[in-house]
């Protein structure tokens, strides 16, 4: 019944892996690009762990007592920076944190050593208990790990002074706020739902549209449709204007779709995170108007350009496959940055990542978002200025492939090279 399949199996695979399109785009490119991201977020790991190492706290020592010298100095044991500061207010605590490079605040409030005392003596009507303020920065997935470093060293410390006489009261500062009695990562939760969405949204779109716009273009030159088109009295601007606009309502149209499904999904989870009357507006963690114009801007630049760059590409392609093929040259540069900032901020990475990152352009979308969120706006506006340049000179370059013919002789030109490479291959065997 199946006879002779392997024959056809074999002449299949032959004819596909010769197309050096579908080899490199493919076969290759998913080979380079899998280990690429697992070094970056490897890379990005290891240097969230040299800033554990080196992580400093500022510590008010209201009590002054034996044991609060005792913990103060347990923590130093681990290799932590404390900073002691003598201030009056906690204001002037947190003004100070910036100062040290800190993330983390611990107040011992008065009266700690005798409580401490007192629970060691076995006396359980009281409790000594530290005040611990985290900054949220927005540094992505890793944000509460300071916190949960100071949890985990607290619990031992309570190992050694049995029975646990010491317990934590979390508290988060959010743009110099202090949110009494909301755990840091409480905070870092709600925002994960966001740090995640957008990269991934923004990745669809990008690889939607590209695709599309493709295949559009690869299609009409397969089917011979493009040149009929050329020959209409409309200007080529207009038909590429066409093109993009067309590309982009559909790409957006998918991208919205995967967005509402994707946020269902996450709901299922992060629903199970106590909110904790945490106001994510009142904490401005959500963006303005402005904000929201300017990720608009930054994304629409952006999307123009992987669009006219897709057209390009697609214009050296002989047909819908291999323009595919050539698409997925540019994917890693879509995929890689999305992938990385869901997990740490920019500012977190070694400075050679940080230039990789800030010079491929489909990375600032993301950055503009994130900088929005913080209110640093400003790192918006220099996000869209950088993609602008970029999508003007990419949008150049596609507008004069449709000014002239070159968009329908790259195609025969490749013809002529494969029919040379295959009269050279025959008279070489």
């Known amino acids: 019944m199946l006879k002779g399949i392997g024959n056809l199996v074999l002449k299949e695979l032959k004819e596909l892996m010769r197309d ?10 998913p080979l380079l690009m ?4 697992g070094t970056i977020i490897g890379a990005s790991m290891e240097a969230t762990k040299e800033k554990l190492a080196e992580m400093h706290v500022l510590v008010w020592d209201k009590d002054c007592g034996s044991y609060a010298k005792n913990f103060t100095e347990y923590l130093r044991s681990y290799g932590i920076r404390v900073h ?12 100070l944190m910036p100062d040290y490079n800190a993330t983390l605040l611990i107040e011992i409030p008065n009266g700690f050593s005798e409580n401490v005392s007192r629970v060691i003596e076995g006396n359980t009507t009281v409790s000594a208990k530290v005040e611990v303020y985290g900054v949220f920065s927005g540094s992505g997935m890793f944000e509460e790990v300071g916190v949960s470093m100071v949890d985990a060293l607290v619990e031992s410390y309570n190992r050694q002074k049995a029975p646990n006489p010491v317990g934590v009261e979390k508290n988060t500062i959010v743009k110099g706020e202090i949110l009494e009695g909301i755990d840091p990562g409480t905070v870092s939760g709600l925002m994960m739902a966001q740090s995640i969405t957008m990269p991934l949204t923004i990745m669809m779109l990008l690889t939607f549209a590209m695709q599309i716009a493709a295949t559009s273009v690869a ?3 397969e089917e011979k449709t493009l040149e009929t088109l050329l020959t209409l009295p409309i200007g080529r601007f207009t038909i590429l204007a066409g093109k993009l606009a067309g590309s982009t309502i559909v790409a957006a149209v998918g991208a919205l779709a995967y967005l509402v499904g994707f946020q269902y999904y996450m709901s299922s989870f992060t629903g199970m995170i106590p909110a904790e009357g945490v106001d994510l507006a009142a904490l401005g963690l959500v963006p303005s108007m402005l904000g929201y114009v300017l990720i608009g801007i930054s994304l629409f630049v952006s999307l ?3 669009l006219a760059l897709a057209i390009i590409l697609s214009a050296f ?4 496959r291999s323009a595919q093929s050539l698409i997925g040259f540019v994917y890693p540069l879509i ?28 990375s ?7 900088a929005v969120i913080m209110g640093n706006l400003s790192t918006a506006v220099l996000s869209i200025i950088y993609v602008s340049a970029f999508t003007v000179v990419i949008l150049y370059a596609a507008a004069k492939l449709f000014a002239t013919e070159k968009i329908l002789t790259v195609k025969l030109r490749m013809k002529k090279l494969k029919i040379k490479w295959k009269r050279k291959a025959s008279t070489e065997s």
Do not use: R, T, W
């Not at 901020?345 to 489909?362: G, K």
């Not at 600032?364 to 994130?370: R, W």
């Open 364 to 370: 600032h979308p993301i950055l503009a978002s994130k």
């Open 20 to 29: 050096p399109k579908i080899l490199l785009g493919m076969v290759l490119m």
């Open 84 to 95: 002691e500061v003598d201030v009056s207010k906690l204001s002037e605590a947190v003004a």
């Open 335 to 362: 995929f890689l940055p999305s992938f990385l900032l869901m997990y740490m901020d920019i500012s977190m990475l070694p400075l050679s990542l940080q230039i990789l990152i800030l010079a491929i352009p489909y």
């Open 317 to 320: 392609a002989e047909n819908v």
């Open 219 to 221: 299609m009409e030159k």
């Open 34 to 37: 899998f280990p690429l991201m």
């Open 304 to 306: 123009l350009s992987a």
